[in-house]
């Protein structure tokens, strides 16, 4: 098993920046990629960003591309996202996930709350 432990939510004004990390543990050798998503209360989870565990592809929804980050760091299996020029509907529930084996991302951390403030 492979277990996601997010760290970095906070409150933030419109226009800061946030970083979040994210520490992977467990049977990590076989991830082919790690991702972040979002949600807010009624809305179904949303695709922010993703990145292979090996190489340098990255992936990123529209909302968020030019202003947020995704990067990793192999030797100590954690994935961060650097969030910048926030808006207030960047609010949510932020969810780290990872994509084992190719089949779709199928772990979940807990979520780390980001609050841009108008």
């Known amino acids: 098993q492979v277990q996601l432990v997010e760290s970095g939510g906070g409150l933030v004004q419109a226009g800061g920046s946030l970083r979040l990390s994210c520490a992977a543990s467990g049977r990590t050798f076989s991830t082919d990629r790690m991702g972040w998503f979002r949600q807010t209360p009624g809305k179904e989870r949303e695709f922010v960003a993703a990145?292979?565990?090996?190489?340098?592809?990255?992936y990123y929804a529209s909302s968020v591309k030019g202003r947020f980050t995704i990067s990793r760091d192999n030797a100590k299996n954690t994935v961060h996202l650097q969030m910048s020029s926030l808006k207030p509907e960047d609010t949510a529930v932020y969810y780290c996930?990872?994509?084992?084996?190719?089949?779709?991302?199928?772990?979940w951390g807990q979520g780390t709350q980001v609050t841009v403030s108008s």
């Open positions: 996930a990872a994509d084992l084996n190719g089949g779709g991302f199928t772990r």
């Open positions: 990145i292979k565990w090996s190489g340098d592809t990255t």
